[in-house]
């Protein structure tokens, strides 16, 4: 199972903070109940999502994938700030232990004019090995699928000495209309310009 102890957020237009806990799961998430995509080995359902100190996301065997797991998604939404999630890693190599932000969907002018509906995913960390932190840009097209390497995608994956299956972590992620930064326990990893990046997405989407 893969285990977080809690999120942090920090909006900077409004200047408000947010900690959770998870000890209200139903007020302040959506538990995501049999979700899946055509590139995942894994379906997410609803009773592999439960409390037990820490949010405890459970890794089973499916009937229609080789696994089912967990996946819930914040109810409430942010723009330029900082935010955190202290979690550990499940203990099995290839599981996807991550915490995103999301864009709702938008439309994007492209510079000849051309206008397609996007949205936008920030990987604050996808963990899939027990020493390794994965950060990520990606732009989803949901009428047309997910195009790589194009209009500001962008991948990093470093080998650490911490094993993440130990103990909690925490990684966290800055961001404003002028740079991104990616942190793990507080000290800066990665360090992406918006310019270089070009993620302004709308304030309050993600």
């Not at 993440?164 to 992406?192: A, D, E, M, R």
Request: contains cysteine; hydrophobic residues 25%; neutral net charge.
């Amino acid at each position: 199972a893969s285990w977080a102890r809690q999120t942090y957020a920090y909006n900077i237009s409004e200047q408000q903070n947010t900690t959770d806990t998870f000890t209200d799961l139903l007020s302040n998430w959506n538990i995501m109940d049999n979700n899946t995509g055509d590139n995942i080995l894994s379906v997410r359902y609803k009773e592999n999502v439960s409390f037990i100190d820490s949010l405890k996301l459970s890794i089973n065997k499916s009937t229609t994938k080789p696994y089912s797991s967990g996946y819930i998604v914040s109810k409430n939404k942010y723009g330029y700030g900082y935010y955190e999630c202290t979690m550990k890693y499940a203990g099995a190599d290839g599981i996807n232990n991550a915490c995103w932000l999301t864009s709702d969907n938008y439309n994007y002018t492209f510079p000849n004019g051309t206008i397609i509906e996007r949205n936008d995913e920030i990987d604050i960390n996808e963990g899939k090995y027990n020493k390794k932190i994965s950060i990520a840009l990606h732009r989803w097209y949901p009428k047309t699928g997910r195009v790589w390497g194009h209009d500001g995608t962008y991948s990093y994956t470093e080998s650490r000495n911490t094993d993440f299956t130990t103990n909690y972590n925490t990684f966290g992620f800055y961001y404003s209309p002028s740079i991104l930064q990616w942190y793990v326990n507080g000290i800066l990893v990665k360090s992406l310009s918006n310019s270089e990046a070009k993620y302004n997405i709308p304030e309050g989407s993600s």
